[in-house]
């Protein structure tokens, strides 16, 4: 087990390197000079260099990026340009925002698949399995923003029971969950299609396993072979697409968040890259990185917990 533990914490440490390596040398390449942006066409080029001076944009991308790094280690993650704000406030504000999402849609997810994956399983080929697997496919197929621009159609523009975006603040709960209720079904919905399908699967394969048979041999019947033993044992292929799905969540917030026009990460990237904030853009990205990288991480242990042949490597 603690082999086992080494080798996916060696895994951690050089994935996060290799997306700070990865998230710098992209922005590094993008064109368009951060200090002319701020400045605007008209300033002149002393003035330029002096801004660029004082926001370290001169010196070699080598220095930079140790720079960075160094600067994450001690707890630093800068001053934006933009806002002129320590870039931890801007994260902090826009965190409260992305995290419930994903959490929403997560919930909003497993709620959705868990019953329709055994409910399509425990009737394989009858209607109820051929109509779950052919909305799973279209759910899959479909993007999540297309589903939010749906959502927002009918629920906000028509019935108007849903504002079409924008967040009130949490001093208002029960405003906070009604704004991020369409976003989360919206991200929620191409995930539960994925998790229906693998709750299906794995219940499938569960059902044709010897102790199942000598279950129902012991004279139980359908409902307590099912609940009791194939759903227990079915759940731990989906808990490790559950783990996947939140990072997914996450990350996948970003073009959802600028439909709703939500305060979030996502949004706060997108700006922060139009504005040629590239300080924000590395912290945000990195810091996004480092949570779907830490989530895997975690699901890994998790993983190794219950199935006792990864302990033993």
Do not use: C
């Amino acid at each position: 087990m603690l082999r086992y533990l080494t080798a996916r914490f060696a895994s951690l440490a050089v994935s996060l390197i290799v997306a700070s390596l990865v998230i710098f040398l992209a922005l590094e390449v993008v064109p368009g000079d951060p200090a002319s942006f701020m400045l605007g066409l008209e300033a002149s080029p002393e003035t330029v260099a002096n801004l660029r001076h004082e926001l370290g944009l001169d010196a070699p991308a080598v220095t930079r990026y140790f720079s960075w790094m160094a600067g994450l280690a001690a707890g630093d993650f800068g001053i934006s340009y933009t806002y002129r704000v320590p870039v931890v406030e801007l994260i902090l504000d826009r965190i409260w925002v992305s995290l419930p999402l994903a959490l929403y849609a997560l919930a909003l997810s497993t709620l959705i698949a868990l019953p329709v994956g055994i409910l399509a399983a425990t009737h394989r080929g009858g209607i109820a399995d051929i109509t779950v697997m052919g909305a799973t496919q279209f759910g899959i197929a479909v993007p999540n923003f297309w589903f939010g621009m749906l959502l927002v159609a009918l629920f906000a523009l028509t019935l108007r029971l849903f504002s079409a975006g924008g967040f009130p603040g949490w001093s208002d709960p029960a405003a906070a969950l009604k704004a991020l209720t369409l976003p989360a079904i919206a991200l929620a919905l191409p995930q539960a299609s994925i998790l229906s399908r693998v709750m299906r699967s794995s219940l499938l394969d569960t059902l044709d396993e010897d102790y199942i048979r000598t279950a129902r041999a012991k004279g139980l019947n359908r409902r307590q072979v099912l609940w009791r033993h194939a759903v227990r044992n079915a759940l731990i292929p989906v808990l490790t697409i559950l783990g996947l799905q939140f990072s997914f969540l996450i990350s996948g917030a970003i073009i959802i968040e600028n439909v709703f026009y939500l305060p979030g990460m996502g949004r706060l990237i997108f700006q922060s890259i139009a504005a040629r904030d590239l300080i924000v853009v590395k912290n945000a990205s990195l810091l996004l990185v480092m949570t779907i990288t830490v989530v895997t991480f975690l699901v890994d242990i998790a993983y190794a917990a219950v199935d006792p042949r990864l302990r033993k490597r």
